[in-house]
């Protein structure tokens, strides 16, 4: 088995801590990475039509 590229990891945990903060579903932030850079769901939350408890937890 091929060890996972450390790029990968660290965004794979980027996107685990992130879905632990602000209970926003992995998912969602998964398909979000896909097309999108990952910090902007901190810049630009309103992109991913966040919960308002969601969106006080990135705010």
Known sequence: MDPVPLD???IADYI???HRL???PLGKLQRY????????????PYALELT???L???E
Do not use: A, C
């Open 56 to 58: 006080l937890k990135v």
């Open 8 to 10: 990968e990891k660290i």
């Open 22 to 24: 602000t209970s926003i």
């Open 33 to 44: 990475g896909t097309s999108n850079n990952l910090m902007n769901v901190l810049e630009h």
């Open 52 to 54: 308002p408890k969601q």
């Open 16 to 18: 685990r801590s992130l």
